[in-house]
């Protein structure tokens, strides 16, 4: 069990481009989350996945966002033509069903 | 809907002083509660969780939390404070192993 491994962690973009974070969860983990965290917020909840199939998606999450989940491994959270109000720090979770949710190290991403 | 109330955004005590960090929860259905700690550019630690057992939970770190549905609250208690604890703390509901909600945060600061 290496825990859960996000990877970049940390990406600087110029606004207009698009950019894609991985997320690789526990192995044994059905259930895989998306937030966004501002500084000094608590962390929004984005987008869950259980196996390959997305259940919920955030108001939060406009039409530039996509999110897959491929096979129900490792998924993939895009950002199409960034905006300076997306700088955030992106964190991704998993979980199984025993309520046992455990956190990425995140993604911190600024948009200059 | 479900949320969590965090009182205090910021919280300082003395090394060796009781801790407590507060939590109130609103949820039509029963709850469950977690605390969890971040510290800067990290992801978040689970310290404990309420998942409808013991209804005083025991963490990790000498943290500990009582559900009082009376009192619609899951506080957050440590007797005695170590340096090592400064960091921000989130408080978080979920249902059927759904996603989290969390709070906006305690950032809790420990005097020497």
């Known amino acids: 069990d290496t825990g859960v491994s996000q990877d970049p962690r940390h990406k600087i973009t110029k606004r207009g481009q698009n950019v894609t974070f991985r997320c690789d969860p526990i192995s044994e983990h059905n259930r895989l989350y998306w937030y966004r965290q501002t500084l000094g917020q608590g962390p929004e909840f984005l987008t869950y996945?259980?196996?390959?199939?997305?259940?919920?998606k955030s108001r939060l999450l406009s039409d530039r966002f996509s999110a897959e989940r491929p096979k129900g491994s490792f998924s993939t959270l895009e950002i199409q033509r960034t905006e300076q109000g997306d700088s955030a720090m992106y964190l991704c979770?998993?979980?199984?069903?025993?309520?046992?949710?455990?956190f990425g190290s995140g993604t911190r991403l600024t948009v200059v | 809907a479900q949320s969590v109330t965090q009182l205090g955004s910021h919280v300082s005590v003395s090394e060796g002083a009781l801790v407590l960090l507060r939590c109130n929860y609103s949820s039509s259905v029963p709850p469950y509660l977690f605390w969890y700690v971040q510290y800067p550019n990290q992801g978040l630690q689970l310290l404990l969780k309420y998942t409808s057992a013991a209804t005083l939970v025991k963490g990790i770190n000498g943290f500990e939390a009582e559900f009082k549905k009376s009192e619609t609250s899951f506080h957050l208690t440590k007797p005695s404070a170590h340096m090592s604890d400064a960091a921000e703390y989130f408080c978080?509901?979920?249902?059927?192993?759904?996603?989290?909600?969390f709070g906006t945060g305690t950032r809790l600061t420990i005097i020497p």
């Open positions: 978080a509901v979920s249902y059927r192993n759904e996603k989290l909600t």
């Open positions: 979770a998993s979980s199984n069903n025993n309520y046992g949710y455990t």
């Open positions: 996945f259980q196996n390959e199939a997305q259940l919920e």
